[in-house]
């Protein structure tokens, strides 16, 4: 037996969970081996003055002091957006979104006749996948074809973030 294998099993020799034989092999082993010896005693006056610490019991009554101490604490209120900062965000962003539609970069009509055109496909996809699944009585089938979509969906948005750099034809101006 070498130190590790006997280190392993130590705890259950020194619980006296071993056979016999394993047992044996590891008193074998310690009589040989001095490091394992000192573990072996080490571990043993650990588990003595372990034994000898008494538990610590709560006085009476304890938890309900400490629900009552709890119970009396101010309730916390919540967090609050301040009403003129959720203004000033939103006519921010709309003001942004005026400005760059009124100096023709961003040209809306394409944007949104793109984004519409993507949309039916996946509605069209999911409409047979449905038909078929409900046809055949298959549930699990549609169920699948649902998160095959959702997948397909995923995909399409970090594709769509990936590529959109390269997609200068929804630009007001821009060489198609």
Same mark, same amino acid.
């Given at each position: $037996?070498?130190?590790?294998?006997?280190?392993?099993?130590?705890?259950?020799?020194?619980?006296?969970?071993?056979?016999?034989?394993?047992?044996?092999?590891?008193?074998?082993?310690?009589?040989?081996?001095?490091?394992?010896?000192?573990?072996?005693?080490?571990?043993?006056?650990?588990?003595?003055?372990?034994?000898?610490?008494?538990?610590?019991?709560?006085?009476?009554?304890?938890?309900?002091?400490? $629900?009552?101490?709890?119970?009396?604490?101010?309730?916390?209120?919540?967090?609050?957006?301040?009403?003129?900062?959720?203004?000033?965000?939103?006519?921010? =962003?709309?003001?942004?979104?005026?400005?760059?539609?009124?100096?023709?970069?961003?040209?809306?009509?394409?944007?949104?006749? =793109?984004?519409?055109?993507?949309?039916?496909?996946? =509605?069209?996809?999911?409409?047979?996948?449905?038909?078929?699944?409900?046809?055949?009585?298959?549930?699990?089938?549609?169920?699948?074809?649902?998160?095959?979509? $959702?997948?397909?969906?995923?995909?399409?948005?970090?594709?769509?973030?990936?590529?959109?750099?390269? $997609?200068?034809?929804?630009?007001?101006?821009?060489?198609?």
């Amino acid at each position: $037996m070498n130190c590790s294998a006997c280190e392993a099993r130590l705890a259950a020799y020194l619980d006296g969970e071993l056979s016999a034989r394993d047992a044996q092999a590891i008193e074998a082993h310690m009589n040989s081996c001095a490091s394992c010896r000192v573990l072996v005693n080490d571990l043993r006056a650990v588990e003595i003055k372990l034994q000898g610490l008494r538990g610590v019991e709560p006085r009476p009554g304890f938890d309900v002091a400490v $629900m009552a101490a709890i119970a009396a604490l101010p309730v916390p209120k919540p967090a609050r957006l301040r009403l003129r900062w959720f203004v000033a965000y939103v006519a921010a =962003a709309w003001a942004v979104l005026i400005t760059l539609t009124v100096a023709r970069v961003i040209d809306w009509q394409h944007a949104f006749a =793109a984004v519409a055109i993507e949309l039916g496909k996946v =509605a069209a996809a999911g409409s047979t996948v449905l038909g078929v699944g409900l046809r055949l009585h298959l549930t699990t089938f549609v169920g699948a074809g649902i998160g095959i979509e $959702m997948l397909v969906l995923l995909v399409g948005a970090f594709a769509l973030r990936r590529f959109y750099p390269q $997609m200068r034809g929804w630009f007001a101006g821009a060489p198609a």
